[in-house]
């Protein structure tokens, strides 16, 4: 079987291109661009900021269905459809997160497409990059060194040890770290307390990164970051401790966007990485505005699911870039709507129209979700070889009876030309007069905007708070924070917080654990269902299956 990695290491030895032609197809000097190696590069400060400035192009989000063991290929398609977009002359280019090594080495993959639509050098852009996933969890576990050391030296600013609200962080799923004690043997070695890791992505770092449009935005948002609280409850901040700027040093490289390109040689901007599920979900704003300033279009993803990354990005992260999208692309496949159609993954082979239509809710409340906004939609149907016509067509109808087109697409083994037609179709409806609807308004409360997210986005009925979430709603009006949007942490596999429950689920209560103010990335997340925030590594990790030989060629790696 040929896989993706196969297909990247052929394609890389003869036909990738040095960074530094890429970088001039979108008018970039070698000035403006900071090579890594010979098909890397980071983006100039000058650059970066020069590029926010100029006219953008139009902004297409690709999203999707809640992801199944089926699997969907958002990334896939998007890198196709960025390359599909050229071939007709669109001048499209690409914006991506960058892969954890979470997942990389965990069950999910990498975030670098596959087949014949991938961005590439694939092993460096899932492994190590260009250090960003690295300085950011350096910078993360400073600061909680730094909190640590102020216990240890007299405390001044007189945090209650027991609200401390950092944690420390780590870029690979470790279930043994969410909980641990610190400061164990004795007064040298600091004040014990209870402590826990997150998985780097999930930080108020990475978030930052991804929000903040400059170095000094970057550091002023760090500076807001809620450490945690003293003794009679008032918020500490960055700012108090007086390290903002040497947290903000760690990550003066890292916020400069990655310059890559796709097998088709597509200028792909690769930049942070946070989880839809537990964080927002989306690339930088620096290299979707790259994107914009170098491209007639722009193709960028949202993470997981778009009642997740689709909604956060319509939310959150849009207006942060001031560009909301001109079109959105929902990938789904028809095993996997079979699968929410109760169907067995070890049948999925096997035609069944009757399930398709079952599980077509599934990816009916998505659309119906995103045309609520206002924003042209239409549907990529991710092919696989034992998709039967008759479910094409069916499915095609499906979608057709609630307004939006359906495009069958096979970038996985065609490249650009496999999604020709759903590119004809998505440089059309970008030109399309559109009537933005927002969600909900940050002067509604914390209690609307999640009543509001709820019900309208995931089909929720009610939706109850715990006691320790009553508290942190009473310290967020307390402190004034109620005027922030709502991140919400919940399951990618459902549209509930259950993630067993399959299909477009109603009635249902959402249930909210906690809720946690990020005013340094300008958002409360709320906590949902049994959502964690350090991921633990499956009976069989990826991990088990990778080698490297002695002249460096991996293998393993998808």
Same mark, same amino acid.
């Given at each position: 079987?040929?896989?993706?990695?196969?297909?990247?290491?052929?394609?890389?030895?003869?036909?990738?291109?040095?960074?530094?032609?890429?970088?001039?197809?979108?008018?970039?000097?070698?000035?403006?661009?900071?090579?890594?190696?010979?098909?890397?590069?980071?983006?100039?400060?000058?650059?970066?900021?020069?590029?926010?400035?100029?006219?953008?192009?139009?902004?297409?989000?690709?999203?999707?269905?809640?992801?199944?063991?089926?699997?969907?290929?958002?990334?896939?398609? #998007?890198?196709?459809?960025?390359?599909?977009?050229?071939? %007709?002359?669109?001048?499209?280019?690409?914006?991506?997160?960058?892969?954890?090594?979470?997942?990389?080495?965990?069950?999910?993959?990498?975030?670098?497409?596959?087949?014949?639509?991938?961005?590439?050098?694939?092993?460096?852009?899932?492994?190590?990059?260009?250090?960003?996933?690295?300085?950011? #969890?350096?910078?993360?576990?400073?600061?909680?060194?730094?909190?640590?050391?102020?216990?240890?030296?007299?405390?001044?600013?007189?945090?209650?040890?027991?609200?401390?609200?950092?944690?420390?962080?780590?870029?690979?799923?470790?279930?043994?770290?969410?909980?641990?004690?610190?400061?164990?043997?004795?007064?040298?070695?600091?004040?014990?307390?209870?402590?826990?890791?997150?998985?780097?992505?999930?930080?108020?770092?990475?978030?930052?990164?991804?929000?903040?449009?400059?170095?000094?935005?970057?550091?002023?948002?760090?500076?807001?970051?809620?450490?945690?609280?003293?003794?009679?409850?008032?918020?500490?901040?960055?700012?108090?401790?007086?390290?903002?700027?040497?947290?903000?040093?760690?990550?003066?490289?890292?916020?400069?966007?990655?310059?890559?390109?796709?097998?088709?040689?597509?200028?792909?901007?690769?930049?942070?990485?946070?989880?839809?599920?537990?964080?927002?979900?989306?690339?930088?704003?620096?290299?979707?505005?790259?994107?914009?300033?170098?491209?007639?279009?722009?193709?960028?993803?949202?993470?997981?699911?778009?009642?997740?990354?689709?909604?956060?990005?319509?939310?959150?992260?849009?207006?942060?870039?001031?560009?909301?999208?001109?079109?959105?692309?929902?990938?789904?496949? %028809?095993?996997?709507?079979?699968?929410?159609?109760?169907?067995?993954?070890?049948?999925?082979?096997?035609?069944?129209?009757?399930?398709?239509?079952?599980?077509?809710?599934?990816?009916?409340?998505?659309?119906?979700?995103?045309?609520?906004?206002?924003?042209?939609?239409?549907?990529?149907?991710?092919?696989?070889?034992?998709?039967?016509?008759?479910?094409?067509?069916?499915?095609?109808?499906?979608?057709?009876?609630?307004?939006?087109?359906?495009?069958?697409?096979?970038?996985?083994?065609?490249?650009?030309?496999?999604?020709?037609?759903?590119?004809?179709?998505?440089?059309?409806?970008?030109?399309?007069?559109?009537?933005?609807?927002?969600?909900?308004?940050?002067?509604? #409360?914390?209690?609307?905007?999640?009543?509001?997210?709820?019900?309208?986005?995931?089909?929720?009925?009610?939706?109850?708070?715990?006691?320790?979430?009553?508290?942190?709603?009473?310290?967020?009006?307390?402190?004034?924070?109620?005027?922030?949007?709502?991140?919400?942490?919940?399951?990618?596999?459902?549209?509930?917080?259950?993630?067993?429950?399959?299909?477009?689920?109603?009635?249902?209560?959402?249930?909210?654990?906690?809720?946690?103010?990020?005013?340094?990335?300008?958002?409360?997340?709320?906590?949902?269902?049994?959502?964690?925030?350090?991921?633990?590594?499956?009976?069989?990790?990826?991990?088990?299956?990778?080698?490297?030989?002695?002249?460096?060629?991996?293998?393993?790696?998808?």
């Amino acid at each position: 079987m040929t896989t993706d990695l196969a297909i990247a290491q052929e394609n890389e030895q003869h036909e990738i291109k040095p960074i530094t032609e890429i970088a001039q197809q979108v008018g970039l000097s070698a000035d403006d661009i900071e090579v890594y190696g010979k098909y890397k590069a980071k983006l100039s400060y000058a650059a970066m900021n020069r590029l926010q400035q100029q006219k953008q192009g139009k902004l297409v989000l690709v999203t999707s269905i809640n992801p199944t063991p089926a699997g969907e290929g958002k990334s896939t398609v #998007t890198i196709g459809l960025g390359d599909a977009l050229n071939m %007709i002359g669109k001048k499209a280019t690409i914006a991506l997160r960058e892969p954890s090594l979470g997942p990389v080495m965990g069950i999910k993959g990498g975030a670098t497409g596959g087949g014949y639509a991938q961005a590439v050098p694939m092993e460096d852009i899932n492994l190590h990059f260009t250090g960003d996933m690295h300085a950011l #969890t350096t910078a993360n576990d400073t600061l909680a060194a730094l909190i640590d050391n102020h216990l240890q030296q007299g405390n001044e600013l007189n945090i209650d040890p027991r609200r401390i609200q950092w944690k420390r962080a780590l870029d690979i799923n470790d279930r043994a770290l969410r909980n641990v004690v610190i400061g164990l043997g004795g007064h040298a070695n600091g004040i014990p307390r209870e402590d826990g890791f997150d998985i780097t992505v999930a930080s108020e770092l990475m978030a930052i990164l991804c929000l903040a449009d400059s170095l000094a935005d970057m550091k002023e948002r760090i500076g807001r970051i809620v450490i945690g609280y003293t003794y009679d409850r008032k918020p500490v901040t960055v700012a108090d401790l007086g390290v903002a700027g040497a947290i903000t040093m760690l990550l003066k490289d890292a916020i400069k966007p990655n310059l890559v390109q796709s097998l088709a040689h597509t200028p792909t901007f690769i930049h942070g990485g946070p989880f839809a599920n537990i964080a927002h979900g989306a690339n930088s704003i620096l290299a979707t505005r790259a994107a914009l300033g170098t491209g007639k279009i722009a193709v960028t993803e949202a993470g997981f699911g778009a009642d997740l990354g689709g909604e956060k990005f319509m939310d959150i992260t849009a207006p942060a870039i001031g560009h909301l999208p001109d079109a959105v692309v929902i990938v789904a496949t %028809i095993r996997a709507l079979k699968y929410n159609g109760g169907v067995k993954l070890a049948d999925l082979k096997t035609p069944d129209v009757a399930a398709l239509k079952l599980g077509y809710v599934n990816l009916q409340k998505h659309i119906q979700n995103m045309q609520r906004y206002g924003r042209p939609v239409t549907v990529a149907i991710n092919v696989f070889t034992q998709d039967s016509q008759d479910e094409i067509q069916t499915l095609q109808d499906l979608c057709a009876a609630d307004g939006v087109k359906a495009y069958p697409t096979t970038v996985w083994a065609d490249g650009g030309a496999g999604a020709k037609a759903l590119a004809e179709h998505v440089a059309q409806i970008v030109n399309a007069p559109t009537d933005f609807k927002p969600l909900y308004t940050n002067s509604d #409360t914390v209690e609307e905007k999640l009543a509001t997210i709820a019900r309208t986005i995931y089909g929720a009925k009610d939706v109850a708070y715990t006691g320790e979430a009553k508290r942190d709603l009473r310290q967020i009006k307390r402190n004034g924070w109620t005027g922030l949007p709502i991140c919400v942490a919940k399951t990618q596999y459902s549209l509930s917080d259950n993630a067993k429950v399959l299909g477009a689920p109603s009635g249902f209560t959402l249930h909210v654990r906690n809720l946690v103010p990020k005013t340094g990335a300008g958002f409360i997340v709320a906590m949902t269902g049994d959502i964690l925030t350090m991921p633990g590594l499956p009976k069989h990790p990826a991990a088990m299956d990778m080698d490297v030989d002695e002249n460096g060629k991996i293998t393993g790696l998808f």
